[in-house]
C-alpha cells in the first residue's frame, strides 16, 4: 500500500474516486449532496469518523483546496494499474479495490458485499457519463474513444468568448441548473410556483452563490463580477428564479452593502445571504412608478424617542409591485427622511415586517399582487406603513446620517448630488437585468433555429424531399438578423458590465447613462426577438414544452422595472445633452467651431455624391464606413435637439415645455447613442480575438450593423447621407449576409451555450 494511503481509511477510500469525479468541476449540486449524505449513511462500513470526514467534503460552499486535490488524484493513479482494462470506465472499481487493498486480509472480503457495491455504484450513476479527459487522468495509458461532441472546437471557442471574464461562473451555474433538484416542471399554481422559486433560490444560497459579492466577513468573496455572471446565465432556466434572486441577493441585501456602514453589512449581510433573512427592496410607490424623487412615504424621527417612524401618507403612496414581498421578514423602504422638520430627501431604512412566525408586525399592512402575466413564481406584494417605528440606527447611513444629537450629517452636501448617489443602488440591476433578459432571448433563438433546421415544410415538386424552413429567404430573414444582434448586444453588455466594475468615481454619470440605455435597448430586443422566435416555431412554438411561452410571459416585464425603459431613454438622451452642453460651458467659441469645423469634414467626406452612392459590397462591410454612418447619426441628432432647444429656451419657453416639445427626437438621439456604443463594443471585441475567431463573426457584425442602417434608411435618406440606390444595396447586403450565416447558424447557437435542459422538445440541437 503506499503510504500516502495511510491517512486515509478503507471506507474513505472506497469514496475517494467519486468525490474526485464529483469536484473535478469544482462544484457539487444539491443532487450531489444529498445523494452523497444519503450513501454515506447507508454504508455500513464507514465509522463515524469516516462520515465527518466526507462530509467536510460534501460541502459546496468550501471546495478542496488545489493541493488536497492534487493529493486525490496521486492515490488514484498510484493504484490505477491494478483495474482491468474492462473496468476503467467505472471509478467505483478503483474505488472498491483500493479499499480492498488498504484493508487486512481477513477484512478486505467485506466490500465484495453486494449492498456496500451497489451504494457506490449507485452514487456513480447520479454524477453522470465521466468525461474522457478525466478517466485520462487517472488512467493516462488507455486510449478511450471520444464520445461524439454536438458542437465545434470553434464552437467552443466562441462560448469562451461570449462568456469573457464570467466564464468559469457560467459553467459551473450550467452544470448546477441541470440537476435534477431545478427540474422546470409543468406550470403549476401561484403558491406551488413561488414554493418551488423559493427552494431553488435557497439551493443558489447554499451553494454560494447568494453572498459572493458581500465581503468576507459577511460569508462571500467581494466579486460583483461573478455575481452578474451568476445572473447571466440563471436567465438561461427560469425568470423567476433570476427575479427572486436578485431582488434578495443584489437589491435587498445590495441596499444594505452599499448604502450601509460596516456595522449595519456585519449584522444583516450574513444572514441575507444564507436566506435566513429574507428581504424586499421597497421603493417603487403606486402614485409615483419612476418619479423616485417624489415618493411620498415618509420615514420621521422622533428625537425623544431616538426613532424613526415609517408611515404611507395615502393608499395611493403604498409600495406597489414588491418582490419578495410576501416571503420578506425585512424591508429596505426608501421614504422621505424628515428630520427637525426638515425634508433631508429619499433615504433608505431597514424596516422589519414580520416577526418569527411569520406573522405581520404591527402597523405593516402587505397584500398579494396575485397572478400576472408571468414571473408567477415571484411573490410579489403592496406595502403601507401606519406609523412603524424603527431605531435610529436602522437607517441606511452610508450618505447621510442622524447623530446622537438627533441632526441630520451628510458628507454629500449637495442634496440632488446625494439623491443621485443613493440612487446608485439602480444600477447594479440595470447592468444586470438586460443580461439575463439576453440569454432568454438567446434561449429563444437557439430553439427557433434549431427547430428551423430540422423542421421541413413544401418540396419545390410533388416526390422531392421537402425545404428546411432555413432555407427560406423570407425564415432567414426573420431570425438571422436577431440571431447577430444578441451577439452585438452580448458584448455591449459585456463593455457595460466592464465599466461598472471598474468602479471609477469619474465614470459615475457615464455609466449611469450607458446602464440606463443598454438596458432599455437590450430588454426592447428581447421582447421583439421572443415575440419573432414564438411566430417562426408555429404552432410549435406555442406549446409550454418548448419554453418561449414562459420566456415571453416573464421577460415582458423587463421593458418595464429598473425603470420603464421610455423613461430611462430620456434619461440617456439628458445626460448626452448635459454632457454636450458642459462641453460648450467649458470651452466656449472652440466647442462651437469644433462643431462647425465637424459638420462640414461630415458633409464633405460622407455627404458627397461618390459616398452617398457608393454600394460595392466590400464598402458595406467596411467597419470604418458602418461606424462612421452610426456616429453621424448621432451627431445629427445631438446637434439638432441642442439646437431646437436652445431655440425654444430663446423664445423664453419653460425649460420643462421645451422638453416635452423635443420629447420624442430626445429619443431618437438615445437611440443613436446606444446602437453606436454596441457596434463600437461588437468592433473592440473582434480585434482582441484570435484570427480563426474574428473572420467566423466578423459576417455577424456586419448584419447587425447594416441591419440597424437598414432600419433607419428613411432617416439617412431624408438627410441625404444615403442616395436611394445605396439604401437598396444594403438591403441586398442585408439578405445577402441572411443567407451566408445560416450555413453557420447550429454553430452560433450552439456557442450561445444554453443547456439541452432549458431548451424544449424542438430546441434540441440537429442530429446532422
Known amino acids: 500500500m503506499n503510504k500516502i494511503h495511510k491517512k486515509y481509511s478503507p471506507g474513505v477510500l472506497s469514496l475517494l474516486p467519486l468525490y474526485y469525479v464529483g469536484w473535478s468541476d469544482n462544484i457539487l449540486s444539491p443532487s450531489e449532496v444529498a445523494l452523497a449524505a444519503k450513501k454515506i449513511q447507508e454504508l455500513t462500513h464507514l465509522s463515524d469518523a469516516d462520515k465527518k470526514l466526507l462530509k467536510s467534503w460534501s460541502d459546496p460552499t468550501n471546495p478542496p483546496s488545489p493541493e488536497l486535490f492534487a493529493e486525490w488524484v496521486k492515490i488514484l493513479k498510484s493504484n490505477a494499474s491494478h483495474i482491468s482494462n474492462k473496468e476503467k470506465n467505472a471509478l467505483s472499481s478503483l474505488g472498491i479495490e483500493m479499499a480492498k487493498k488498504s484493508s487486512g486480509e481477513s477484512d478486505s472480503i467485506k466490500w465484495e458485499d453486494k ?29 478511450f474513444e471520444d464520445k461524439p461532441v454536438k458542437v465545434s472546437d470553434r464552437t467552443e471557442t466562441i462560448k469562451k468568448i461570449l462568456d469573457g471574464d464570467f466564464h468559469e461562473t457560467s459553467e459551473k451555474v450550467r452544470r448546477l441548473i441541470q440537476d435534477p433538484a431545478f427540474e422546470i416542471d409543468y406550470p403549476v399554481g401561484k403558491e406551488a410556483n413561488r414554493k418551488r422559486t423559493m427552494t431553488w433560490c435557497k439551493e443558489m444560497a447554499k451553494q454560494g452563490y447568494g453572498s459572493m459579492s458581500y465581503p468576507e466577513f459577511a460569508g462571500g468573496r467581494g466579486n460583483m463580477a461573478d455575481y452578474i455572471g451568476v445572473f447571466s446565465t440563471l436567465g438561461f432556466h427560469d425568470l423567476s428564479l433570476v427575479i427572486k434572486f436578485g431582488v434578495q441577493f443584489g437589491l435587498f441585501g445590495g441596499s444594505i452593502y452599499n448604502l450601509g456602514n460596516e456595522s449595519q453589512q456585519r449584522k444583516y ?22 418619479n423616485v424623487r417624489e415618493l411620498q412615504t415618509t420615514a420621521t424621527y422622533e428625537a425623544n424617542t431616538d426613532e424613526i417612524i415609517i408611515h404611507t401618507p395615502t393608499y395611493n403612496d403604498g409600495k406597489e409591485y414588491i418582490g419578495n414581498a410576501m416571503d420578506s421578514t425585512m424591508a429596505s423602504v426608501f421614504a422621505q427622511l424628515i428630520v427637525n422638520g426638515k425634508n433631508e430627501g429619499v433615504h433608505a431604512i431597514l424596516v422589519p415586517i414580520r416577526n418569527d412566525q411569520h406573522q405581520l408586525l404591527p402597523g405593516v399592512r402587505i397584500e398579494d399582487c396575485g397572478y400576472k402575466v408571468g414571473l408567477n413564481g415571484v411573490d410579489n406584494g403592496r406595502i403601507w406603513f401606519d406609523q412603524v417605528r424603527v431605531p435610529r440606527e436602522n437607517l441606511l447611513n452610508r450618505f447621510g446620517d442622524i447623530d446622537q444629537n438627533g441632526n441630520y450629517t451628510s458628507t454629500i452636501k449637495n442634496p440632488a448630488r446625494r439623491f443621485f448617489t443613493m440612487l ?162 467649458d470651452e466656449g467659441f472652440r466647442a462651437v467651431l469644433r462643431m462647425l469645423v465637424n459638420q462640414v469634414t461630415t458633409n464633405i467626406s460622407e455627404r458627397n455624391p461618390i459616398s452617398t452612392r457608393q454600394t460595392d459590397h466590400s464598402h458595406l462591410i467596411d467597419s470604418e464606413f458602418q461606424i462612421a454612418a452610426f456616429k453621424y447619426r448621432e451627431k445629427d441628432l445631438l446637434y439638432s435637439v441642442s439646437t431646437r432647444m436652445r431655440g425654444y429656451i430663446k423664445k423664453k419657453i ?81 439578405d445577402r449576409l441572411c443567407s451566408d450565416l445560416r450555413v453557420n447558424a447550429a454553430e452560433l447557437v450552439a456557442a450561445f451555450g444554453v443547456p439541452e435542459k432549458c431548451l424544449g422538445d424542438i430546441g434540441k440541437p440537429p442530429t446532422t
Open 115 to 143: 449492498q456496500t457495491r451497489q451504494a457506490i455504484m449507485e452514487l456513480e450513476e447520479t454524477l453522470g457519463t465521466i468525461p474522457p479527459h478525466t478517466l485520462r487522468t487517472i488512467f493516462p495509458e488507455v486510449n
Open 269 to 290: 449581510l450574513p444572514k441575507t445571504g444564507t436566506l435566513e433573512i429574507a428581504g424586499c427592496f421597497a421603493m417603487t410607490e403606486t402614485g409615483h412608478g419612476s
Open 424 to 585: 446608485g443602488t439602480l444600477v447594479g440591476g440595470r447592468v444586470c437585468v438586460p443580461r439575463a433578459g439576453l440569454s432568454a432571448a438567446k434561449t429563444g433563438l437557439t430553439v427557433a433555429i434549431n427547430h428551423s433546421l430540422k423542421r421541413r415544410q413544401f418540396a419545390p415538386k410533388p416526390g422531392l424531399k421537402e425545404t428546411l424552413l432555413l432555407d427560406y429567404p423570407s425564415h432567414q430573414r426573420r431570425l438571422m438578423p436577431l440571431l447577430a444582434k444578441a451577439y452585438a448586444l452580448n458584448f455591449g453588455l459585456d463593455y457595460l458590465a466592464k465599466r461598472y466594475l471598474e468602479d471609477k468615481e469619474e465614470d459615475v454619470r457615464y455609466v449611469e447613462t450607458l446602464a440606463a440605455g443598454m438596458k432599455s435597448y437590450a430588454t426592447w430586443f428581447t421582447t421583439e426577438a421572443l415575440q419573432e422566435c414564438r411566430e417562426a416555431c408555429g404552432g410549435k412554438g406555442y406549446l409550454w414544452e418548448n419554453r418561449i411561452s414562459d420566456l415571453k410571459a416573464d421577460s415582458d416585464i423587463f421593458t418595464t422595472f429598473e425603470g420603464d425603459n421610455t423613461v430611462l431613454m430620456q434619461l440617456v438622451a439628458k445626460g448626452i445633452l448635459s454632457e454636450f452642453s458642459q462641453e460648450f460651458h
Open 654 to 734: 419653460d425649460s420643462y415645455e421645451a422638453f416635452l416639445k423635443c420629447q420624442t427626437h430626445m429619443l431618437q438621439l438615445a437611440d443613436a447613442y446606444v446602437e453606436r456604443k454596441v457596434l463600437t463594443a461588437f468592433i473592440k471585441a473582434l480585434d482582441k480575438m484570435d484570427p480563426a475567431s474574428r473572420e467566423f463573426l466578423t459576417p455577424v457584425k456586419d448584419l447587425y450593423a447594416l441591419s440597424a442602417l437598414e432600419k433607419n434608411r428613411g432617416w439617412f435618406l431624408e438627410q441625404g447621407y444615403f442616395h436611394p440606390n445605396k439604401s437598396k444595396a444594403i438591403r441586398k447586403a442585408v
